[in-house]
């Protein structure tokens, strides 16, 4: 299977944008999504309105790609794993229960391929919707409903 990162990325920074510096976001100043603290915990030290894209993109791949084990999935599945663990949630928790085991990893990979790539997407993305739902914050509802409806659109193109 082709690792599909760099499709994904590219989804991904369709939903982060660029700057961002929400006085009612935890994450503080973030540039392409990557927060303030992530960016000094890489070693970046400039403004993050400055933050280079290849950083972003080294960053996204190190803390949220690779942990994840994205690579060992179909695209859509990678990207909606990928999507979650970049702006919160539990994807692992997620697709354990989709797959009714407590396997990680390539186990767990090999458990979803025998299930409809779909059907996994519709499954997460419902306990998705859920788990944003549950953290109450009003403030932030609309755009996280627009983010899962646009990956759900744009989850064909991966």
Request: hydrophobic residues 45%; charged residues 20%.
């Amino acid at each position: 299977m082709k690792d599909s990162f760099d499709e994904c990325f590219a989804l991904l920074l369709k939903n982060e944008g660029g700057y961002s510096n929400n006085p009612n976001d935890p994450g503080h100043e973030t540039m392409y999504g990557v927060t303030i603290k992530i960016a000094r915990q890489w070693g970046y030290t400039g403004a993050m309105k400055d933050l280079p894209l290849a950083t972003a993109e080294e960053i996204a791949k190190a803390h949220y790609w690779t942990p994840f084990s994205c690579a060992l999935f179909p695209a859509p599945i990678a990207f909606q794993i990928f999507d979650t663990a970049y702006n919160g949630g539990h994807p692992v928790q997620w697709l354990q229960e989709i797959a009714t085991s407590e396997a990680t990893g390539q186990e767990l990979a090999d458990i979803i391929g025998f299930i409809d790539v779909w059907e996994v997407v519709a499954r997460f993305n419902a306990k998705r919707l859920r788990y944003l739902a549950s953290l109450r914050q009003a403030v932030f509802a609309n755009g996280r409903m627009v983010r899962i409806a646009t990956n759900l659109e744009q989850g064909n193109l991966v």
